[in-house]
């Protein structure tokens, strides 16, 4: 995960999420909590659900997760208005092709990001997707990244057991999410005794084995100066959109500003894309150039038709000749 995000982690109080192989869950009691609240036992806001047990009604709200969990409240929400997929790309430092539904492969981040966003989608946000990451967990590695406190986990996590039920209701496909806290939750209204008669039938959590997808990620960890030079990367393409006019000798410019490229790959970044950029804008403006000069020397025509003898071979004329007459 890397030692940024670790620290991110411990920083902000969310080591309870940081599961070890003495964290367990019970299946049976993670199976009994979803079975007994509906999604009418929620409130229009999401900030407390009623479980209805055998014998009494439970009330499940930020402030029982955090004392759980140990997880401080905060006094911001559990997301903001999500950015374009584009800039959390741009974020997270990866040049990676988005999908459809807004989500970026795994395999094209920093070793350490992809780490963190499988943590996410396993802990947090509890989804199926392992290897390709949306806007959910994207955002949270952005609140990490920029060190913005204006986040709280508390909600997100109620927020997430919420959603399972208003899958269900869609009738799609889902899995119970967030077990080990479930299970805790559900012990949190236990005796002693009656916690002792699920022992037998807790479930650890194994460790992760290094996957075959953490190879295939970039092999380098990223780090905040590295997110400066993605920013500025970015700033000098947004610059190179107005229309610059293009001198003759521009390709000798840019011959020179890739000979000025510093040998460092993460220092290189935005003298690449400005060279790109110039790239592109050269191309285009050729393109322009070449479609809008006259072929005939001075007509705007599209020039003399070839007769179809002047572009038949020797055989086929003779053929066609020999049919005609």
């Keep these: 995960m890397g030692d940024f ?3 991110e982690i411990r920083d902000r109080g969310w080591d309870y999420l940081l599961y070890g192989e003495d964290s367990y869950f019970v299946p049976e009691l993670v199976t009994a909590f979803y079975e007994s609240f509906r999604a009418e036992d929620m409130s229009i806001a999401k900030d407390r659900i009623f479980v209805n047990l055998e014998n009494s009604t439970q009330e499940v709200s930020f402030d029982l997760i955090s004392h759980i969990t140990g997880i401080p409240l905060t006094s911001g929400m559990s997301q903001h208005s ?3 997929i584009e800039d959390y790309k ?3 430092g990866t040049s990676g092709e988005s999908y459809p539904g807004g989500g970026i492969d795994g395999t094209s981040m920093y070793l350490n990001v992809f780490a963190v966003c499988r943590w996410i989608v396993r802990n947090v946000v509890s989804n199926s997707h392992e290897t390709s990451f949306y806007t959910p967990s994207l955002h949270i590695v952005r609140m990490m990244m920029t060190r913005d406190r204006s986040f709280c986990m508390c909600r997100k996590l109620l927020e997430t057991i919420c ?3 208003e899958r269900e209701n869609e ?3 889902f899995a119970y999410a967030l077990p080990v806290l479930v299970t805790k939750i559900m012990e949190n209204w236990m005796s002693a005794g ?4 699920w022992k037998r039938k807790r479930v650890f959590i194994k460790k992760e084995r290094m996957l075959s997808t953490y190879k295939n990620a970039i092999q380098m960890e990223w780090t905040v100066d590295l997110a400066r030079e993605h920013v500025r990367a970015r700033d000098v393409q947004e610059e190179e959109l107005e229309e610059i006019p293009m001198e003759v000798d521009s390709d000798e410019d840019l011959i020179k500003h890739f000979e000025d490229t510093p040998t460092d790959p993460r220092a290189a970044i935005p003298h690449m894309a400005k060279g790109l950029s110039k790239m592109a804008k050269m191309m285009i403006k050729l393109k ?3 479609k809008g000069k006259p072929k005939d020397g001075g007509s705007s025509s ?3 038709v070839l007769r179809r003898s002047q572009t038949e071979s020797p055989f086929t004329r003779k053929r066609r000749q020999t049919r005609e007459w």
Aim: no cysteine.
């Design 5 to 7: 995000f670790r620290e």
């Design 82 to 84: 999500f950015m374009n």
């Design 90 to 92: 741009l974020m997270v």
């Design 163 to 165: 959603n399972v039920k």
């Design 171 to 173: 009738n799609k496909k």
């Design 194 to 197: 009656e916690i002792d008669q």
């Design 288 to 290: 322009k150039m070449v």
């Design 302 to 304: 599209a020039g003399p």
